[in-house]
């Protein structure tokens, strides 16, 4: 009855469930198999081979998809050594939990010529719902931060047991972890410590935290730890079949949501055992990480020599655009100077047209304006007693003099002036000397005779 104590405890511990009657219920489903029953609430696959199986040799160059229908997608040929039988050991398929929680599958081609889906969403075991009978509900999904958290409390816990000398374990869930070791061009070691194993604080304070081993690891190594009481390092240690413990694997990424998993080593092992086998899987798969680098730095080559082509190519059209754009521009101010000046030259040419035809017009009106006056004057009379003789000096120095009736206006030697056209302008006076006399506007009225010009006057034109 022991026993069955110590699997319910195991159970409850595991998956977060504290209603006994119902961990007995599960339980007694899977006729008290530990690990079925746990495959049952978290997803991972609980067929495990057993001792006998996987001690069995066979003749087939692979197993047999059937016998492991959800671990194992390939098993290359066994060369007769009781040691992998090459680079690739066997492709091993991650559990769903792992993967569909990836916040984006990243497809395409990544360092070693394959891919790994990116991030890690795996399902909390600590807050499955079951308080409803099996079936009744859905199993819901931790946040991303868990794989982080647990990664985090498993360094923490590692440190505090046994020193700072270690693996510079990552502390971050697993996907991370092998996308991290792809894009650093480095194999993913993977330790997956179980802390109740009596042979656990030997290997990790002996060996694991050697300090020749730790040096080797954080140089050569992305290294990944993970508790197997925690929810991703239980469900890596179904993935990976650990059926020894201390457990110790180098995976690299593969395709379809799968890792190759190149070596493995359970049981207590030394410091040299370990190096040697993380040398020797270092040396096997240094022409995959070689030829991967080499093929990652020619695309990079690539795609730098193709921006730079695109770069200059766009450097030359846009140098090429701005020559036309300034061509244009300057055939445009050139056509715009020359149309401007087009316009002031015919409207200089409409302006001295106007010009020429208003001063002929006012010349017209000129001469039209002298003859009427000249005619309002009537013909000079001949000399007499009622006859005045005027003599009128112009300002270029002229003189001219016309006989008038005694009893003319004023106005009419204002219109004799003018009939003359010797003035370009308008605005004059008439001005006689000793005494200086004005005869503007309000004597144009009087008569020769009354303004005390008779029988004969001297006056000049004053201008104004």
């Known amino acids: ?110 360092g070693f010529g394959m891919w790994a889906a990116g991030g890690i969403l795996s399902y909390s075991l600590g807050m ?67 802390p109740e194993h009596p042979d656990t604080p030997a290997f990790c304070g002996r060996t694991l935290c050697n300090e020749v081993l730790t040096t080797f690891l954080n140089e050569n190594f992305v290294t990944w730890g993970a508790s197997v009481k925690a929810s991703e390092g239980f469900k890596m240690s179904n993935s990976l079949k650990a059926s020894g413990f201390p457990f110790c694997a180098v995976v690299m990424a593969a395709t379809n949501q799968r890792i190759a998993l190149l070596q493995q080593a359970e049981g207590p092992k030394s410091p040299e055992e370990i190096l040697m086998l993380l040398q020797k899987v270092l040396e096997e798969s240094a022409p995959v990480l070689d030829s991967a680098r080499l093929e990652a730095e020619e695309r990079t080559n690539s795609i730098r020599l193709r921006e730079e082509q695109d770069a200059a190519y766009r450097a030359a059209l846009e140098a090429d655009q701005a020559r036309e754009r300034q061509r244009k521009e300057e055939q445009e101010r050139l056509e715009r100077e020359a149309a401007e000046a087009e316009r002031k030259r015919k409207e200089e040419e409409e302006a001295h047209e106007r010009a020429l035809q208003e001063a002929a017009e006012r010349e017209s009106a000129l001469a039209k304006m002298r003859e009427e006056k000249a005619l309002s004057l009537g013909a000079e009379p001949e000399k007499g007693p009622d006859v005045t003789q005027v003599f009128v000096r112009f300002p270029s120095g002229e003189r001219k003099g016309r006989r008038f009736h005694c009893s003319t206006t004023i106005q009419s030697l204002y ?48 201008l104004k």
Request: proline letters at 5%; hydrophobic letters at 40%.
């Open 415 to 462: 219109d004799y002036v003018d009939s003359l056209g010797f003035l370009e302008v308008d605005s004059y006076s008439l001005i006689s000397n000793f005494p200086r006399t004005v005869y503007g506007q309000d004597k144009l009225s009087l008569s020769l005779q009354e303004a005390g010009l008779h029988p004969q006057a001297s006056l000049f034109v004053e």
């Open 128 to 194: 499955v719902g079951l308080r409803t009978p099996v079936g009744a509900g859905t199993t819901p999904l931790a946040s991303v931060s868990q794989s982080a958290a647990e990664a985090m409390g498993f360094v923490s816990s590692f440190e505090r047991d046994y020193g700072r000398t270690r693996p510079n374990f990552v502390e971050e869930g697993f996907m991370d972890a092998l996308q991290r070791s792809r894009r650093e061009y480095k194999l993913l070691f993977v330790y997956l410590h179980s």
């Open 1 to 110: 009855m022991a026993g069955v104590e110590e699997k319910l405890a195991y159970f409850q511990a595991i998956t977060g469930i504290t209603d006994s009657d119902l961990c007995t219920e599960i339980l007694s489903a899977h006729g008290w198999d530990l690990e079925l029953a746990i495959s049952s609430i978290t997803g991972a696959d609980g067929h495990r081979p057993s001792s006998s199986g996987a001690a069995t040799t066979t003749n087939d160059t692979s197993i047999s998809v059937n016998r492991e229908p959800q671990d194992v997608g390939l098993v290359l040929p066994h060369n007769g050594n009781n040691g992998p039988p090459g680079l690739a050991w066997k492709i091993v398929t991650l559990p769903f939990s792992i993967i569909s929680g990836s916040l984006g599958l990243i497809s395409g081609a990544i």
